[in-house]
């Protein structure tokens, strides 16, 4: 039985088209993949603020209980 080449030429045409959309696929894939990574930086150094705004806060809260610690049993008058 011989070879259809309609059939032939339309497979051809149909694996072109599948190798086309996986091309496109692995393009777009690379993308967000890549967008993905930068996203994860920037909430890395997100983090990483908090974190040091945290210890500020920290700081600042022991440095004001000092201060009112040091008030306590002082009287308003005595300057």
């Not at 694996?15 to 690379?30: I, L, S």
């Not at 908090?50 to 308003?76: F, H, S």
Request: glycine share 6%.
């Amino acid at each position: 039985m011989p070879e259809d080449p309609i059939a032939h030429s339309e497979l051809a045409a149909l694996t072109r088209r599948f190798e086309e959309v996986a091309a496109k696929h692995d393009r777009e894939f690379g993308i967000i993949k890549s967008d993905l990574t930068a996203v994860r930086l920037q909430i890395g150094n997100l983090d990483q603020k908090v974190e040091a705004l945290d210890k500020k806060i920290d700081r600042n809260q022991a440095q004001i209980i000092e201060l009112l610690t040091q008030l306590v049993g002082q009287r308003p008058d005595a300057g």
